[in-house]
Structures are given as C-alpha cells and as structure tokens.
C-alpha cells in the first residue's frame, strides 16, 4: 500500500526474480513490470537507519503516483482484509 497526500492509494506488490513462485501468483497479476532483482548484502546503510543489522536482501521498485483532487481517490480502499481486525 501506498500514498500520499494529493495522489491516489496504490495496492501493488513486487515479486523476485529467480524466484521458483514468481510467476505462480494466485490471480495471475504476476507481471514483467512487477519483478525485480534482489541483492544480497552483508551490511545495509538504509537498513541500519531503520534499525535492521546484519545481513539483508535490497531491491529497487521505482514508484509513480497519481495525481488526484479527489479525497476517496486518496484513501484506501474499505473492505475487509486478511489478519486486520475491525477497529
């Protein structure tokens, strides 16, 4: 999930090249555009920044949003998901 205010709520998800299941998604949304290079390192300055140490695996996904002026274009999209629970 992604957003930001001015832009429309973005659901999209990345999948890992060489992966045995990259392209085995449930709904077929598996897509060239949607798979990236993972790389392996040993340390990670970002990472660190957030507290993570040790060993990491790094991708870059480049992300564009839209513009948007209106507000239930800027919001998530209510529906019951998986693992939340109703507030």
């Known amino acids: 999930f992604i957003s ?3 832009h429309k709520h973005l659901t ?3 999948n890992l090249a060489g992966d045995e299941y990259t392209y085995d998604d449930f709904a077929f949304a598996t897509r060239d555009e949607l798979v990236v ?4 390192v ?7 920044r957030h507290g993570v140490t040790g060993p990491v695996t790094e991708v870059e ?3 564009q949003l839209v513009s948007t002026s209106k507000p239930e274009h800027q919001q998530r ?3 019951k998901r998986a ?3 109703a507030e």
């Open 12 to 14: 999209t998800q990345i």
């Open 83 to 85: 693992l939340e629970t």
């Open 61 to 63: 996904f480049n992300i």
């Open 37 to 40: 290079d993972a790389r392996p």
């Open 77 to 79: 999209h209510e529906r």
């Open 42 to 48: 040993a340390r990670s300055a970002a990472g660190e």
């Open 4 to 6: 930001a205010p001015g």
